[in-house]
Each structure stands twice: as C-alpha cells, then as structure tokens.
C-alpha cells in the first residue's frame, strides 16, 4: 500500500506530465473551494484572556478550532477642536484683517493707529 506522501507525489507527477505546470495549478485551484473546510467569520473582544464572540456560535463543544486573528481598526472620532483644525485654511486679505474685522465686514471706521 503507497503512502499519502507517495501517492501526492505520483498525482502531481502525472498531472504535470499531463496538462503542464501552468494548467496543472489552474487544474488544482478550480477545486481549492470544495477542498477547504467550511469557515465561519465571527467578530470577538479580546479581555487580555479570553475571546468574547459578538453572537453565539453553533460549534461542537471539546473541539478544537484554528483561529486567525485580524484585528478591526476603530474609526477615529475627532472632537471639534479637530474638526477645526481640520477645516481651517488662510484667507487672502489685508495685514491688519483680524484686528480690523469690524472696519471689513460693517464699514465701521478703523480702531488701529495704523489707519489706513
């Protein structure tokens, strides 16, 4: 009796020989879907010891599960002052616009001794 080794190694041979190396990959991906075993996607919290799942699991109690860890990146809240500094910009003007702003948006006479 040949051993599982035995038999991979004569089965890739084959292959190889028959469709190539190129169509032999493209022969053993189409059938890489029906070969994996079924995979669940859970979203979990991590304590710093154990792994809360988000919704209940149907899993066989005593099993053992290979988990791969991804974490999920938070979305980032900015507070206003953020939000500010986000949005703010320059603004083309005069060189005394923010001590004269009520002489440029009312008309009021100039406060400055610069008074131009």
């Given at each position: 009796m040949k051993t599982i080794g035995e038999i991979r190694r004569e089965g890739i041979e084959a292959l190889s020989k028959a469709l190539g190396p190129v169509d032999m990959a493209r022969f053993l991906s189409s059938f890489e879907d029906?070969?994996?075993m079924p995979t669940k996607t859970i979203i979990v919290t991590?304590?710093?010891?154990t792994f809360h799942p988000k919704d209940t699991l149907d899993l066989k109690?005593?099993?053992e599960y290979r988990i791969t860890i991804e974490e999920i990146p938070r979305p980032v809240r900015k507070g206003p002052i953020q939000f500010l500094f986000n949005?703010?910009?320059e603004a083309d003007g005069p060189s005394d616009w923010s001590s004269e702003h009520d002489h440029y948006l009312y008309g009021t006479p100039k406060?400055?001794?610069n008074n131009e």
């Amino acid at each position: 009796m040949k051993t599982i080794g035995e038999i991979r190694r004569e089965g890739i041979e084959a292959l190889s020989k028959a469709l190539g190396p190129v169509d032999m990959a493209r022969f053993l991906s189409s059938f890489e879907d029906q070969w994996m075993m079924p995979t669940k996607t859970i979203i979990v919290t991590y304590d710093g010891l154990t792994f809360h799942p988000k919704d209940t699991l149907d899993l066989k109690p005593n099993n053992e599960y290979r988990i791969t860890i991804e974490e999920i990146p938070r979305p980032v809240r900015k507070g206003p002052i953020q939000f500010l500094f986000n949005h703010a910009g320059e603004a083309d003007g005069p060189s005394d616009w923010s001590s004269e702003h009520d002489h440029y948006l009312y008309g009021t006479p100039k406060q400055g001794k610069n008074n131009e």
